[in-house]
């Protein structure tokens, strides 16, 4: 009785997490969302609460759900709404979660031992080399609608295309959307290369401590800003007791020939207390015999 795309689930029918996760990432199973939702939740109102929950801590400001599907027939269903961004938003948030690949990279399967076959509704996962998914919709207002994912030499991007006229033309203006992403930006990354070199400390417990970077480790940069990379460390030969391991000891410098395009912290990898006055004295004395 949902509508819309759906695997006709029977009264007592049992089905696995995983089948009903595979049939609403392959063919938008709305009657396995639903029964997802009451599973999770207690029922489907108690989910969308959930859901409306999480979109206010991803800062979604113009998504509103009233239900767990999409589907906009009923009354209420004119208060369902989103924008692109907050669904591009959505879908990062998803891709952070590597299982959810393992549905929505299915071109073909089958729940109920077979009897069932799923043949995924988002045709670029079968022709768009990299794609990662990511959901396709449609209702008669929303029209024809995609949140389409690829990744290539470990940079994935989203195109989130909304209304637009038929399966085709969702699925061409979100491959060139993709293509421009591919053909126009570059995943650099924010280490030199080569070994930091360690920081002396001034009457620590420790003789120096070695830098570690801080952040990711790359930098998206447009192709033109990508050539011609060299990288400059900025540390201090030396640095008084006391240094707590996180403590910012300099930077590393990204620039191309206009200049820096990024700069990456370079954190203490372990702490060095200060010395005791005893402490200091035993390690004179050790200098003192070690120059003899």
Known sequence: SMGGSQ?????????????????VCVVSANDCAVALAEHVAGSESAFVGMMNQ?????GLLDTNFVNCTGLDDAPEAAEHLTTAHDIAVIS??????????????????????????LTNTNKLVRFYDGCTGLK????????YCL??????EGTEYIAVIMHAESIDSRSA??????????????????????TLPEVAVELGTLDSVTPVYD??????LRAKDAEGLSWSLDLPE???????AGDVLGKLTLSNSAGPVAEVPLLAGASSERLSSPGIFIKLLSQLFCAE
């Open 7 to 23: 695997i006709w689930l029977k009264e007592s029918e049992q089905m696995t997490v995983s089948d009903m996760l595979k049939a």
């Open 54 to 58: 999480r979109a206010q801590e991803l």
């Open 92 to 117: 990062r948030e998803l891709l952070k979660h590597d299982r959810i690949r393992d549905y929505t990279t299915i071109w073909m399967d089958s729940v109920r031992d077979g009897a069932s076959e």
């Open 136 to 143: 396709t919709g449609y209702t008669s207002t929303a029209m």
């Open 147 to 152: 949140s389409a994912s690829a990744e290539r």
């Open 173 to 194: 203006d979100a491959s060139a959307l993709l293509d421009y992403g591919f053909a126009n930006f570059r995943l650099c990354p924010l280490t030199s290369g080569e």
């Open 215 to 220: 952040g990711g480790g790359a930098v998206l």
């Open 238 to 244: 030396s640095l008084p007791a006391p240094v707590r």
